[in-house]
């Protein structure tokens, strides 16, 4: 994939804004329903987030096949740190479960690793562990795998206009030139496209304040399936879906519009 110009992080935008029709996909997927999957079996949360991180793994080898190129999954929300203590902890020890095991396969495969949301708070080993995932696969470019993790989407719209304001305040930023692309290229996720499509399992209907600009035009899919059940039959099941809809970007096809006459 060729860079075409800089974001305003610093960082190389690694596709055009909105894909052409057949082109690969970045799917975003909140993975929702591991307190509920272990509940149901009787067993803590704890390991309910355990054996989301074999679904982690399912989806993420199945991907690429299925014509995805980009995935964001969301890992840990601003909201998150409301919970017992133990499940926190339990949440911030899942990305080392997941690159302990997994780090090699994905240098070697040729998947990009990004994380992007606050990393205020979050343990220094974790930060260390994200920070190396992240060097170790930046030549990568076969796979995009971006985890959010600490990360709410009003936080990174909040996050991005102070950036803008302080840019601006120091008179690097004309005021005047902030527009929606400006705008974007401030937050977190600047330089990969916005999702095509948003899954959601578990059965809940809702975004819980994720991707919240990036979702303007993403299509929306939820899922009767807990994420630790996951699988590639489910990634694909979603995507059909995806495929059957009519995107059309706020544009209407003539049979649409009423010509007042």
């Known amino acids: 994939m060729t860079a075409r110009s800089k974001t305003s992080r610093g960082e190389p935008a690694l596709a055009p804004a909105v894909p052409a029709s057949g082109s690969p996909l970045h799917v975003a997927i909140v993975m929702d329903g591991n307190g509920r999957w272990a509940t149901l079996r009787g067993l803590p949360r704890t390991m309910g987030h355990r054996a989301g991180v074999e679904a982690l793994r399912r989806t993420v080898s199945a991907a690429p096949d299925l014509g995805v ?53 979050l343990p220094e080993d974790l930060v260390t562990l994200l920070d190396e995932a992240e060097r170790r696969t930046a030549q990568n470019d076969r796979f995009f795998l971006q985890i959010a993790f600490n990360y709410g989407g009003q936080a990174d719209i909040a996050d991005a206009a102070r950036r803008l304001a302080e840019a601006a305040a120091a008179g690097r930023l004309d005021p005047a030139s902030v527009d929606e692309a400006a705008f974007a290229g401030a937050l977190s996720t600047a330089g990969l496209p916005p999702p095509d499509l948003i899954i959601r399992p578990s059965g809940e209907q809702r975004l819980s304040n994720f ?21 590639a039959g489910d990634l694909s099941a979603a995507i059909d879906i995806f495929r059957s809809r009519d995107r059309r970007f706020g544009g209407a096809v003539a049979d649409d519009i009423l010509v007042a006459g």
């Open 69 to 121: 190129r980009w995935l964001t999954v969301f890992g840990f929300s601003t909201e998150n740190w409301s919970r017992p203590a133990s499940e926190v902890r339990e949440l911030m020890a899942l990305p080392k479960r997941y690159f302990d095991s997994d780090l090699k396969r994905l240098e070697r495969e040729g998947v990009r690793v990004r994380s992007v949301g606050r990393r205020q708070g």
């Open 211 to 231: 991707l919240l600009w990036e979702a303007a035009y993403a299509e929306l899919i939820f899922q009767d399936v807990l994420w630790p059940d996951y699988a």
